[in-house]
């Protein structure tokens, strides 16, 4: 069966409600990352599968601990630096001190662990209006990651599959 038959096939199951989010994860770990991220950013721009926030905020909670770095630094690089002190309840005051000359603290892994997921949702809520581009950096990182899509659920997934069942 082709990489093109696989795809409809699991369209028509999701369409269905027979197929898991875990298939659309194995079908994303076989295609390119380019549409891997596009399909992400469908995911992500969509109001079907709930907000960007939402989204990141899942994918953070199964995401390893240099996974959820990785996308910590990238949001708190596209959000303002007076809003993070009052995001999350104060979850990222503690590292606005660590970097100089107005950068962007880097979170460690170890820091990941320690912020709470709804403050990731908010994060990446904030992120998206302050900067846009946020979406495809996340889109992009996710993709490096598709093992991660199995966490988004259902709705999300078969808007995945939708999406490569329509660039393929």
């Not at 990238?74 to 970097?99: D, H, K, T, Y």
Request: charged letters at 10%; aromatic letters at 6%.
């Amino acid at each position: 069966m082709s990489f093109l038959d696989q795809i409809s096939g699991l369209v028509s199951e999701f369409e269905g409600g027979a197929a898991t989010p875990g298939q659309a994860a194995q079908v994303a770990q076989q295609a390119d990352p380019s549409a891997v991220a596009g399909a992400l950013s469908s995911v992500f721009n969509s109001t079907e599968a709930g907000s960007f926030g939402q989204n990141v905020s899942q994918l953070f909670s199964q995401s390893n601990p240099d996974q959820r770095a990785g996308i910590l630094n990238q949001l708190i690089a596209s959000a303002a630096p007076e809003v993070l002190q009052s995001i999350g309840g104060g979850a990222f005051s503690g590292l606005l001190g660590q970097a100089g000359g107005g950068a962007a603290p880097q979170v460690t892994p170890e820091q990941a662990a320690q912020i709470p997921h709804a403050a990731i949702e908010e994060l990446a809520n904030h992120a998206q209006q302050n900067n846009p581009g946020i979406v495809e950096e996340a889109s992009q990182f996710y993709a490096q990651h598709p093992a991660l899509i199995n966490s988004l659920g259902a709705g999300a997934a078969a808007l995945v599959m939708r999406h490569f069942s329509q660039h393929a």
